[in-house]
Antibody
Framework: EVQLVESGGGLVQPGGSLRLSCAAS????????MSWVRQAPGKGLEWVAS????????YYVDSVKGRFTISRDNAKNSLYLQMNSLRGEDTAMYYC??????????WGQGTLVTVSS | DVVLTQSPLSLPVTLGQPASISCRSS???????????LNWFQQRPGQSPRRLIY???NRDSGVPDRFSGSGSGTDFTLKISRVEAEDVGVYYC??????????FGQGTKVEIK
């Protein structure tokens, strides 16, 4: 059974940093592109970042470029999102998602990031 | 960037009756490989999104056959043939044609009358 379990969310002040993690199991992690998708409270879904199997291709939504860094450790079956210079508008539930057929076929339960003073 | 516009944004339905959600794209979603990467997701209250449909009309494993997707080019539709109580939630369309710049529609909230 495919499982994606996010962790690392919490309350952080504006300008602060957080590192999110996603532990994957039930599939061969190193064979898949992976992604982070977020959802602000009461709002819709927004793709944030994606990473190729060997990290040779990485993409970000414009609003996080230069502040967020996506990475992975295939030996640990883990995906990460380093978030720096956090802003209020980054407050959201962050989901880890597997990419299949140019889409997100499995999602984690999410980890909540709140940016507030 | 591709903009996806869903309608309606709110859809009250009677149990057992059909429901239909539209998703219109600002540009054609036909990829140069001939495929159209339009997906539908369901998000039940308090849950993570779940993919229902990929490439316009392909149901994911475990998705009831009362859900169907159709359309082409820029106009797409998700239909629920007979709404059940467990179908309450928000439905999103999403395009993957402009990989890796995915975009979602605004979401359509389905509720029981």
């Amino acid at each position: 059974e495919v499982q994606l379990v996010e962790s690392g969310g919490g309350l952080v002040q504006p300008g602060g940093s957080l590192r999110l993690s996603c532990a994957a199991s039930g599939f061969i992690f190193r064979n898949y592109w992976m992604s982070w998708v977020r959802q602000a409270p009461g709002k819709g879904l927004e793709w944030v970042a994606s990473i190729k199997q060997d990290e040779s291709e990485i993409y970000y939504v414009d609003s996080v470029k230069g502040r967020f860094t996506i990475s992975r450790d295939n030996a640990k079956n883990s995906l990460y999102l380093q978030m720096n210079s956090l802003r209020g508008e980054d407050t959201a539930m962050y989901y880890c998602a597997r990419i299949m057929v140019r889409s997100f076929d499995y999602w984690g339960q999410g980890t909540l990031v709140t940016v507030s003073s | 960037d591709v903009v996806l516009t869903q309608s309606p944004l709110s859809l009250p339905v009677t149990l057992g009756q059909p429901a239909s959600i539209s998703c219109r794209s600002s540009q054609s979603l036909v990829h140069s490989d001939g495929n159209t990467y339009l997906n539908w997701f369901q998000q039940r209250p308090g849950q993570s999104p779940r993919r229902l449909i990929y490439k316009v009309s392909n149901r994911d494993s475990g998705v009831p056959d009362r859900f169907s997707g159709s359309g082409s080019g820029t106009d797409f539709t998700l239909k629920i043939s007979r709404v059940e109580a467990e179908d309450v939630g928000v439905y999103y369309c999403m395009q993957g044609t402009q990989w890796p710049l995915w975009t979602f529609g605004q979401g359509t909230k389905v509720e029981i009358k």
